[in-house]
């Protein structure tokens, strides 16, 4: 049994990482159930948004447990830690519904990435950001250094990955990497999602879409799919598929 878990309630389901103890270091395992749970995310048509939430109060995530990798040869530790947590990553990042990081503590190395690869994030007042990669001798390898230069301004990427500072909250919030500061981050996140309950979920998703082709996120794949979406509505595409069936040359209008 991994440690990340899927709860669905109605239209909203919840990602919720559960090694505490640990301050929910990820793991191999974690990696490989939050695919799959994505995965199940994305083909619900029923599901509208996603909160990613944490047990405990000390940390949402303080980062890869090195007891996963510490022992990986190099080409391991490249072709597949980082390569496959990379690939997960943007796959949250990618989701079509919306997502909501609830930071109910720290988000250190891992932990900030994969609130990075949120739309928004809720962060408690006493949680703090950090990228403590170089002090055990790696380097950022789950976007930190690629998406996190998105979202943040450079100076701040450098403070954390260079430095070793640890970012509190009100400066995360003064650049608006997080989307609110609550004493219950879980409620002001509710907050959030039960206003994007009564909106259009498809127009939702399109705009989400848009936005990415903006910000640079997997922006060819985004706008194939953007391009898709208006042709498969058209009477060329439904004439195509009818003329291929039946064998016959398409007698295309254009409309």
Known sequence: MSDIHLIIDGAVAELRLDNPAKMNALTVEMLSA????????ERDVEIRCVLVSAEGDRAFCTGADINGWGDLSPTEF??????????IFDRLARLSKPTIAVLNGHAFGGGLELAAACDLRVMAPGASLALPEAG????????GTQRLMRLLPEPMVKEMALFGHRVKVDRALSVGFVAAVSEDPRAAAQ???DRALGLSP?????TKSMI???????????AEALGS???SASEDRAEGVTAFREKRKPNFSGL
């Open 34 to 41: 939050l695919e799959a749970h994505l995965d199940r995310i």
């Open 78 to 87: 490249a072709r597949h830690w980082v390569r496959d947590g990379h690939r």
């Open 136 to 143: 055990v001798g790696i380097v950022p390898g789950w976007s």
């Open 191 to 193: 907050a959030l999602i």
């Open 202 to 206: 498809r127009a939702v998703e399109i």
């Open 212 to 222: 990415h082709v903006a910000a640079g996120e997997d922006r060819g794949a985004m």
């Open 229 to 231: 979406a208006a042709i």
